[in-house]
């Protein structure tokens, strides 16, 4: 078939030499030579599920303060939490940490080149585990992430549901039977290239495109219409009711279980609307803030925020999962997202805090979202 022929190949690579976008985690075209594997891994980690353009400011921060994987297996969990923190699918970041902490371990500080190896990684799949062998050390493993399935039903003019098992088994076949012998990791880059800036979900450059010869979907027009669009689903919305509890400066927050959603990240006390439970110490003269919500893939949830301030003569000190903090101080701590917002409320000036006197730099860098190490 065309698609599994060298002019395939070669036409990609071709287009992807001249054409690659200048990211941080390839070699400049310029300067070719090998990548450093565990920069591909924090890259590739980072990407799962989340644009290049907002992963590209993480990512250099994370390899300013993680320059090796024995500087990322050695970290605090804490500190790697906050470096993520705004990028979402925390679970990613604490997998990355036990990947490395494995490789330190297991493998002498020095990622396996081979597939099979690597699966055998905390948080390490078969997309994953083939962009590190091809990518990082140019071996022969396929990969299939959302840009190279949309490139490959088109090329095939697959109508079918993508994500269905057999569907999938098929591309990942699909996947295997092209990929070359020579340059295997520029070819799956170019194929996620490819998918990413020019055979986009919409209004795909089809004119522009280095393999439209191959493509059987632009021969028989249904590019827009392929792959098949995922069948939507409900998303249910949980409530939560969050208290800003105050105490002169200072204010409560709450570490989170070390399982389930922002698994040990920190936030303001927070209880689910269904219950009739109230906050964990006695609060006086509790005012409603706001509501703030925040969407995930699978749900939706509203925060209804108040504030209060805290009974005469409580202390929380003596519980370890929570602290009291001056808003100043929420740069060391891992929040998520929606507490993020729930903070830059309470850096406003109608919150009674003087933000003048908050140290200029730790104020920015709440209400920019991502905090700098």
């Known amino acids: 078939m065309l698609l599994s022929s060298r002019d395939f190949s070669r036409r990609l690579l071709k287009w992807y030499d001249r054409c690659r976008r200048d990211l941080p985690w390839r070699c400049a075209a310029d300067r070719p030579g090998p990548l450093d594997p565990y920069r591909v891994l924090v890259s590739e980690t980072m990407l799962q599920q989340t644009q290049v353009a907002t992963v590209i400011p993480y990512y250099h921060r994370f390899l300013a303060r993680f320059p090796t994987i024995a500087d990322l297996a050695s970290a605090d969990e804490q500190d790697v939490l906050r470096l993520w923190q705004g990028l979402g699918y925390y679970s990613r970041a604490r997998n990355l940490q ?183 110490i006695p609060i006086q003269s509790a005012v409603l803030l706001g509501t703030i919500t925040h969407a995930l893939t699978h749900r939706r949830y509203e925060f209804e925020v108040y504030v209060a301030h805290a009974a005469a003569k409580q202390d929380a000190t003596d519980n370890r999962a929570r602290r009291w903090v001056k808003l100043a101080e929420l740069a060391d701590y891992p929040l998520p997202r929606p507490h993020l917002k729930i903070a830059e409320m309470l850096l406003r000036p109608i919150c009674g805090e003087n933000t003048s006197s908050l140290p200029g730099q730790k104020a920015a860098k709440l209400r920019a979202g991502p905090l700098a190490p």
């Open 98 to 280: 036990a990947a490395a902490r494995k490789v330190v371990s297991d493998y002498g500080g020095l990622l396996p080149a081979d597939r099979d190896e690597l699966l055998k990684l905390p948080g390490i799949g078969r997309y994953t585990a083939g962009a590190i062998s091809s990518i990082a050390f140019d071996r022969r493993a396929p990969i299939l992430d959302g840009n190279v399935t949309r490139v490959l039903c088109r090329l095939d003019n697959v109508a079918d549901e993508p994500r269905d098992q057999q569907t999938a088994k098929l591309l990942w076949q699909r996947a295997e039977e092209i990929l070359p012998s020579k340059r295997p990791g520029d070819f799956n880059s170019a194929m996620m290239e490819l998918g990413a800036t020019l055979c986009t979900p919409r209004n795909p450059q089809c004119l522009v495109c280095p393999v439209r010869a191959h493509c059987q979907a632009q021969a028989a027009g249904t590019q827009e219409k392929i792959p098949a669009p995922r069948k939507a689903r409900p998303t249910p919305l949980v409530r939560r009711r969050t208290y800003c509890i105050r105490r002169g400066d200072r204010w409560l927050i709450e570490q989170r279980p070390r399982r389930g959603r922002w698994a040990g990240m920190w936030q303001f006390l927070t209880i689910d609307c269904a219950s009739e439970s109230e906050p964990a």
